[in-house]
């Protein structure tokens, strides 16, 4: 089944590859959405898959990439859009 949720990772999170780790590891997974740095020093992500997919995403956001320091992960479950057919960086 396949599901859509909305991320906010807070932290020491910008200025770490973490947006292009995070595009590495959705197109390995098959997730699609994308994912971007917001002007308050967060990240933000729309993820869309398969649920088992979603779960592996959001655990990798928990730790991000090797320098990053993440301190909380807000998830928001959205409607299922299928408006996506890849993974990209947002500017």
Same mark, same amino acid.
């Given at each position: 089944m396949k599901s859509n949720v909305r991320v906010i990772v807070s =932290? =020491?999170? &910008? =200025? /770490? @590859?973490?947006?292009?780790?995070t595009k590495e590891k959705a197109e390995q997974l098959g997730v699609t959405g994308w994912v971007r740095n917001t002007s308050s020093g967060?990240?933000?992500?729309?993820? *869309?898959? *398969? &649920? *088992? &997919?979603?779960k592996e995403?959001?655990? @990798?956001?928990?730790? =991000?990439?090797?320098?990053?320091? /993440?301190?909380?992960? *807000?998830?928001?479950n959205q409607e299922l859009t299928n408006g996506?057919?890849?993974?990209?960086?947002?500017?």
């Open positions: =932290g =020491g999170v &910008q =200025g /770490v @590859w973490f947006r292009a780790k967060k990240v933000e992500a729309v993820f *869309e898959g *398969e &649920q *088992e &997919q979603i995403m959001l655990n @990798w956001c928990h730790h =991000g990439p090797p320098m990053a320091h /993440v301190e909380n992960v *807000e998830i928001k996506f057919d890849s993974f990209s960086i947002r500017y």
